[in-house]
């Protein structure tokens, strides 16, 4: 007999999870959305999203100006209690910095969150996409490099889990959008022990990614490089940023073996 939806449960604190939406209504592309335009992205009521965003702008952490609403930098609270806690952060710091002045281009750390990864760590060089990357950046997984490497260290059991839950979309012309296509990427990634993804997230990009293990060999993160994309752009990126990418990737698990860094239950396989 299936269990009840933990929506359903006595546990599931409804209030919670609206204020919740209601945070996540506001992005780079609505950054002073009204009343409404927060109702509607969030799936709720006007008279619901009103009582919630008074009680956010109660708290700090949420402002108004007329009619239109924005986050105060109280939010970044909530991030910055995630990222002190993540001290991998200042393992991989140093070797970033040195990986990015190294091949002269942009580098990232993210990690996994649903369908989404989620940029913890950054050495931007130049501005590659249309859209500012930052710390707590969320892009969809199955179309980045950085997406690929993490979800490569999935059994095909728990990659078909992941998959389930997921919408994908043809992001440009060139995006593997299909199961199927996905499937027999994420398998080449696996073998290959890095992604590459031209073009698919934006026509001007081109992306390298390497995993990051943790002492017990579970893929915790994802490193990466991003660079303009040219037609000789994947050739160039496997046969002269990828030895420097993993260099990099050495360097930030030796640190983590040196410090004896353990992963916490947020990080680790949850599709299994």
Known sequence: MASEPFEDSADYVQSLARGLQVLRAFS??????????????AGLSRAVARRLLLTLQHLGYVGSRGRSFYLMPRVLELGYSYLSSLDLNELAQETLALLSERVGESCSLAVLDGGDIVYVLRVPVRRVMSVALGIGARLPAF??????????????AGLATWMKGQKFRAITSHTLHTAAALKAEIKRVREQGYAIVAREL???????????????????????????????????????????????????????????WQPHLALTRVYE
Do not use: F, K, W
Request: charged share 20%; glycine share 6%.
């Open 202 to 260: 934006e026509v001007g990009l081109c992306s390298i990614a390497v995993p990051i293990h943790a002492a017990d060999g579970r893929v915790v993160a994802a490193l990466n490089v991003g660079m303009p994309y040219t037609d000789d752009a994947p050739a160039r990126a496997v046969r002269l940023i990828l030895p420097a990418l993993q260099d990099a990737q050495r360097s930030i698990e030796h640190a983590i073996q040196r410090g004896g």
């Open 28 to 41: 780079h592309d609505l950054s002073s959305p009204s009343l409404t335009q927060v109702a509607e992205r």
């Open 143 to 156: 179309a980045t490099s950085l997406g690929r490497v993490v979800l490569a260290d999935l059994t095909d």
